[in-house]
Nanobody, 124 residues
Framework: QVHLVESGGGLVQAGGSLRLSCAIS?????IGWFRQGPSMDREFVAA????????FYTESVRDRFILSRDNAKNTVYLQMNWLKPDDTAIYYC????????????????????WGQGTQVTVSS
């Protein structure tokens, strides 16, 4: 069983920054971040592999968001810079529990365990 808890969301002005955390109870897995805005489907944001050496970002956040992880603390971080109102959403982290890591998964139904989400609101 894997338990994930997100934190770090809040209200920020456009151009500002936030750092989200995903605390993980359980084995070390590839972790993906997703977001779901009002009346929108859940969409992929970024993912980081078990070692933290490989990551992948959706085009809209590349060069603004940065993933990192501290496996000693079982925590993955999503540093979000230059935030825009379009980034407003509930942000979720999720675990990819495949035994063999391969290409990063980008569909929500491909992830096995989810956190409860943290709200990020960017004002204009």
């Amino acid at each position: 069983q894997v338990h994930l808890v997100e934190s770090g969301g809040g209200l920020v002005q456009a151009g500002g920054s936030l750092r989200l955390s995903c605390a993980i109870s359980g084995p070390t897995f590839t972790i993906g971040w997703f977001r779901q805005g009002p009346s929108m489907d859940r969409e992929f944001v970024a993912a980081i592999d078990r070692s933290g050496e490989r990551d992948f970002y959706t085009e809209s956040v590349r060069d603004r968001f940065i993933l990192s992880r501290d496996n000693a603390k079982n925590t993955v971080y999503l540093q979000m810079n230059w935030l825009k109102p379009d980034d407003t959403a509930i942000y979720y982290c999720a675990a990819d529990t495949r035994y063999y890591e391969g290409t990063f998964l980008v569909r929500p139904n491909e992830y096995d365990f989810w956190g409860q989400g943290t709200q990020v609101t960017v004002s204009s």
